[in-house]
């Protein structure tokens, strides 16, 4: 690990001074030449204006060569009919060597002015166009050298900036690399020491960064599973003693047909030495064979079996077989003697039956889990709280189900007794995406006029646009929700929540309204009572809510309120 690792800090310090490096020559070649360029515009303007003042060919001659000699620039003269007038070379540099000079005077004597460099910025041409005077239009060619020159030293410098950095990343990405690997090996050492079953080693860390704080889960991980198995050993030590005290023989078994747990009395009826925990499930009577009536009970959709059996000694049991609930789980064998009268054989039949359903999911859970949590689960973040987070899990459900009921119920038996008052839309947005803004993983974007006011109720109304806006980021697969809100003409509002998910296929949009109604998806947690609560809530209100594909993909909901709504 420490030296990939090495080798990424290295290669993103490379890429990063290389990218610097070129970006900053380019700035700095584009900046010359741009400097270059206008030094250069400069005396040709100079230039231009002194041959513009001189009315004769010979005069401008004179002028040119004379402002040639103080810029340090060559000088062209063309009349207006294109013909040069002014000698084949000037300060050294021949007029044929200029490139496109043909193309050059042409634009000049149409009236563009060209400033334009080449030869990769050591030559820069300026024509101009001469509106008084004997000439026409001029060039102006400008030789610069020592722009090529500063390029090469600013080159020359970034490389060697380039490798100080590379040799500077690799150092940094090596002391990183051992840094942070040794606090990795200390996380896995404490990790595989709980998937040995060792919880007595704590676990520390000098800094509360993320591997410090890895570290401080890791160690909390020992702790509750610590706890945890104490826990699970209790009540597996109080679950055996209960049905230690049963008079029927219970035996759990897994798919492979071993011997999960027997207790007692099934331990007299089969033989204590058959029925160990590890061994396969025996087969004490000819006349029923125990793993063929085992066998289906983990079939999925399996029900629960029974069977009667009649011993060479004259004795008569019952073995009902109780099929696993969910992969993994335990089957129970419940075994009951029924040699006695026909009411105790009935009393005990009923026993029995009920017994097993009551014991099934209590007893299957705790095997199914310890066999989980030694299989090596218990290094893993979601198996130490199984149970809790079932309950945990259903809890939640169930409150959010009272709730949107106890809701929908407020907005439809407070018809005749609502209290409208001036409502603030825009605050109103903005404490509703606050809301999910806290809770993270949604981006809840607002646009609404400041002063914008509705004659609604608050509390209602925020419910209604809270669960729109709950579906929407439900159904946005990550991407923007937008809360927006502007007046819809006559006095009216509009209030509307659009979403960039997949959008409401066509042939759910009659129903969204339905109580306990989900559509096709069934990916996003629900209850389908979301829109009913809407629904009735701007029903309550005196409004109307619309949803349809938004432009773009997408849905868009929208509550508008009636003429008289709007303040």
């Known amino acids: 690990m420490r030296v990939w690792l090495a080798l990424v800090v290295a290669v993103i310090v490379s890429v990063t001074a290389v990218a610097v490096a070129e970006i900053l020559t380019v700035r700095s070649e584009s900046a010359f030449r741009a400097r270059a360029e206008d030094l250069a515009a400069g005396s040709a303007v100079t230039a231009a204006a002194l041959v513009s003042s001189e009315t004769t060919p010979e005069g401008a001659r004179a002028a040119a060569a004379s402002a040639a000699t103080r810029r340090r620039i060559a ?40 400033v334009q460099s080449t030869d990769g910025g050591r030559r820069i041409i300026v024509a101009l166009r001469l509106r008084t005077g004997s000439a026409g239009a001029l060039v102006a060619v400008a030789s610069r050298p020592d722009l090529v020159a500063a390029g090469d030293i600013v080159r020359g410098q970034l490389g060697l900036t380039v490798l100080i950095a590379i040799v500077g990343g690799a150092a940094l990405g090596t002391a990183l690399a051992l840094l942070i690997t040794s606090r990795v090996r200390r996380v896995t050492t404490a990790a595989r020491a709980i998937e040995q079953g060792n919880f007595d080693n704590p676990l520390t860390l000098r800094f509360n960064d993320e591997i410090g704080q890895l570290g401080s889960a890791v160690d909390g991980m020992r ?25 029927e023989g219970v035996v759990a078994v897994d798919r492979d047909l071993r011997v999960v747990f027997a207790n007692s009395r099934a331990r007299l009826q089969i033989g204590r030495r058959a029925l160990a925990p590890g061994e396969p499930l025996p087969e004490p009577w000819p006349d029923l064979s125990l793993r063929d009536l085992a066998t289906p009970l983990f079939k999925a959709g ?63 859970a705790i095997v199914s889990a310890m066999e989980v949590l030694q299989g090596g689960a218990k290094a893993e973040p979601d198996a130490r709280d199984r149970f809790l987070a079932v309950i945990s899990r259903q809890s939640d459900r169930l409150e959010r189900l009272i709730r949107a009921l106890l809701t929908l119920a407020r907005a439809q038996t407070r018809a005749e007794q609502i209290e409208l008052e001036a409502v603030d839309i ?142």
Request: aromatic fraction near 6%; charged fraction near 25%.
């Open 223 to 247: 702790l509750h599973l610590r706890n945890s198995f104490a826990t699970l050993e209790a009540e597996r030590d109080r679950f055996r003693s209960f049905l230690e005290q049963l008079q």
């Open 426 to 567: 825009a605050s109103l947005l903005e404490e509703t995406a606050s809301v999910f803004r806290v809770r993270g993983g949604a981006t809840i974007e607002v646009d609404c006029p400041p002063g914008l006011t509705a004659w609604s109720h608050y509390d209602l109304l925020y419910q209604a646009v809270g669960n729109l806006a709950e579906n929407a980021v439900k159904h946005a697969n990550g991407n923007p929700v937008r809360l927006s809100a502007a007046t819809a003409g006559e006095g009216r509002v509009r209030i509307e929540v659009r979403d960039r998910g997949p959008g409401i296929p066509y042939g759910d949009r009659e129903r969204l309204f339905d109580r306990f109604y989900r559509g096709g998806s069934r990916t996003a947690e629900g209850f389908g009572l979301g829109l009913s609560i809407v629904g009735g809530v701007v029903a309550v209100l005196g409004g109307e809510v619309e949803i349809e594909p938004a432009e773009g993909g997408g849905t868009s909901a929208s509550i508008v309120f009636g003429s008289r709504s709007a303040v």
């Open 302 to 364: 399996a029900g629960r079996t029974s069977e009667r059996v009649h011993t060479v000694s004259g004795e008569t049991f019952s073995v009902a077989g109780v099929p696993a609930g969910i992969p993994g789980q335990a089957a129970l064998l419940v075994i009951t003697e029924v040699t006695a009268a026909d009411r105790r054989e009935r009393a005990e039949r009923e026993f029995v039956a009920n017994a097993a359903h009551e014991l099934r999911t209590p007893i299957a």
């Open 75 to 114: 000088l062209f003269l063309f009349d207006k009919d294109g013909r040069r007038i002014s000698g084949k070379s000037s300060n050294g540099v021949d007029v044929e060597s200029v490139t496109g000079i043909d193309e050059t005077v042409r634009s000049a004597l149409a009236g563009r002015r060209l």
